[in-house]
């Protein structure tokens, strides 16, 4: 028998190719999230990222454990760890806000605020108020449980009832899951009032009347801009203003995006 020794060189052969990483089997996943609907089925995502349906779903159901991820009956979304990470730097939105919170305080006399939510809490980013903040006691880089300000409600207003429930169970200290039904109900005035949250001087220890606004961006609420005056004043013609305020922060962050094209702040 006579064998043939061939050549490697000269053969064609075809390349193995590498297979995906986890993290680039997970990357993949958020990265349909980024580009694609708020919320979406198992099936759509396997379509769109080319994986298994078993492995999408393998990889969904780690990232839901790790709260990177959301899961109900209506799909999957991103999770509130995930949302907390990509709004950890706010430098661009208080530059967007920066000239419009000044208007804001000249207008009404009041004290104007631009805030965020991380985690449970409403951070403080900006307080412009001249004289008159002295009055009101808040500060910047101050957080305070979402729940209690107006800011905060503004805020929570922007989120499905069960990332609410989810964000008020995580917090530690005091149980502050007690009051849930009276805060969903002050939330659906909220998103019924477009977004607008305020507290009457009257209802306040401290006679503080405060209105706020969500500063909103392709993919929900990003901010609240609100303003705090001593004693009562007129609803009616604050209000207006701090929304007007809250909108022109959103198209200087978002010039590109058309508010219209979000139906509602929550998906009902």
């Given at each position: 028998?006579?064998?043939?020794?061939?050549?490697?060189?000269?053969?064609?052969?075809?390349p193995?190719?590498?297979r995906?990483?986890v993290?680039?089997?997970?990357t993949?996943?958020?990265?349909?999230?980024?580009?694609?609907?708020?919320?979406?089925?198992?099936?759509?995502i396997?379509r769109?990222t080319?994986?298994?349906?078993s492995?999408?779903?393998?990889l969904?159901?780690?990232?839901?454990?790790?709260?990177?991820?959301?899961?109900?009956t209506?799909?999957?979304?991103?999770?509130m760890?995930?949302?907390?990470?990509s709004?950890?730097d706010h430098?661009?939105l208080?530059a967007?806000?920066s000239?419009v919170l000044?208007?804001?305080?000249v207008?009404?006399?009041g004290?104007?605020?631009?805030?965020?939510?991380?985690?449970?809490?409403v951070?403080?980013?900006?307080?412009i108020?001249?004289?008159?903040?002295?009055?009101?006691?808040?500060?910047?880089?101050?957080?305070?449980?979402?729940?209690?300000?107006?800011?905060?409600?503004?805020?929570l207003?922007?989120l499905?009832?069960?990332?609410v429930?989810?964000?008020?169970?995580?917090?530690?200290?005091?149980?502050?899951?007690?009051?849930?039904?009276?805060l969903?109900?002050?939330?659906?005035r909220v998103r019924?009032?477009?977004?607008?949250?305020y507290?009457?001087?009257e209802?306040?220890?401290?006679?503080?009347?405060?209105v706020?606004?969500?500063?909103?961006?392709?993919?929900?609420?990003?901010?609240?801009?609100?303003?705090?005056?001593?004693?009562?004043?007129?609803?009616?013609?604050?209000?207006?203003?701090?929304?007007?305020?809250?909108r022109?922060t959103s198209?200087?962050?978002?010039?590109?995006?058309?508010?219209?094209?979000?139906?509602?702040m929550?998906?009902e």
């Amino acid at each position: 028998m006579t064998l043939v020794q061939t050549d490697p060189t000269m053969m064609e052969t075809t390349p193995d190719l590498p297979r995906p990483s986890v993290a680039g089997r997970l990357t993949r996943i958020l990265d349909v999230f980024a580009t694609g609907p708020e919320r979406m089925r198992l099936e759509d995502i396997a379509r769109l990222t080319g994986l298994p349906r078993s492995t999408t779903f393998r990889l969904l159901t780690q990232l839901v454990d790790l709260q990177w991820m959301e899961h109900d009956t209506r799909g999957y979304r991103l999770g509130m760890r995930l949302l907390g990470i990509s709004r950890s730097d706010h430098s661009e939105l208080r530059a967007a806000a920066s000239a419009v919170l000044n208007e804001l305080h000249v207008s009404t006399g009041g004290v104007a605020h631009l805030t965020v939510l991380e985690g449970s809490s409403v951070y403080y980013l900006d307080k412009i108020g001249g004289a008159a903040s002295s009055g009101i006691p808040s500060r910047v880089a101050a957080r305070l449980p979402a729940e209690s300000t107006v800011s905060g409600r503004a805020l929570l207003a922007g989120l499905v009832p069960e990332q609410v429930d989810s964000l008020l169970s995580m917090a530690s200290g005091t149980d502050r899951t007690a009051h849930l039904p009276r805060l969903h109900a002050q939330l659906n005035r909220v998103r019924q009032q477009r977004g607008i949250s305020y507290v009457p001087g009257e209802s306040c220890p401290m006679e503080i009347s405060a209105v706020a606004a969500p500063v909103l961006g392709p993919h929900g609420v990003v901010g609240a801009v609100s303003v705090a005056c001593r004693g009562v004043v007129a609803l009616g013609a604050v209000a207006p203003m701090v929304w007007s305020a809250a909108r022109q922060t959103s198209q200087t962050l978002f010039p590109h995006w058309n508010p219209r094209s979000r139906r509602r702040m929550v998906c009902e």
